[in-house]
């Protein structure tokens, strides 16, 4: 049967596990704060506030994939819902308040606000992508199994 859903244009649409697809997604919001940093460097507010509301969905995008998608399949499947998911999701609010933060320091041209700020928010992102990496996606995968396939499916099919 045909899927009634369109081809995924997030990235790691052609990932079959969980590991590989998110954390194909992580490098993709990497490269995207690091053009909206470099537009913020050059004085650029025009194209970096442009580049920071791709960034802000494609981020936002990737943290609802987990907490609507992955999440909730890997709390099933384990029996854990207070293990790392709840480490993970404490972390994905505190990514969204610095980008709350951002988007006003976008809005007042504070180039010196901004770029301190985004600078917390990727060592926090960059310490969090490596938990889950290495640790809550191939624990994700082992639990998930044949059921993967379906989490996958899933992720995909979440509106951007
Ligand atoms: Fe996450």
């Known amino acids: ?23 194909r997604d992580h490098r993709l919001c990497d490269e995207l ?5 470099d537009g913020v460097g050059k004085g650029d507010w025009e194209r970096a506030v442009r580049r920071f509301q791709d960034f802000r969905k494609a981020l936002e995008h990737h943290l609802d994939m987990e907490e609507k998608v992955l999440f909730p399949a890997f709390e ?18 505190q990514m969204r308040e610095l980008m709350a933060e951002l988007a006003e320091a976008a809005e007042a041209k504070d180039a ?3 770029l301190g700020r985004s ?12 938990k889950e990496e290495q640790m809550l996606y191939p624990m994700a995968d082992d639990a998930l199994g044949v059921e993967s396939a379906e989490v996958l499916d899933g992720m995909r099919r979440l509106p951007q």
């Not at 244009?9 to 969980?18: E, F, I, K, L, P």
């Not at 704060?33 to 940093?37: C, G, S, T």
């Not at 099933?76 to 994905?92: I, L, Q, Y």
Request: proline residues 7%; without cysteine.
């Open 33 to 37: 704060l690091a053009a909206v940093e």
């Open 112 to 114: 010196d606000g901004f």
């Open 119 to 130: 600078e917390t928010l990727n060592v926090l992102v960059q310490q969090h992508n490596m």
């Open 1 to 23: 049967m045909a899927s009634p859903f369109p081809p995924s244009t997030v990235s790691g649409s052609g990932a079959s596990s969980v590991t590989d697809f998110l954390s």
């Open 76 to 93: 099933a499947a384990t029996g854990m819902d207070h293990g790392p998911t709840f480490v993970m999701r404490g972390e994905h609010e």
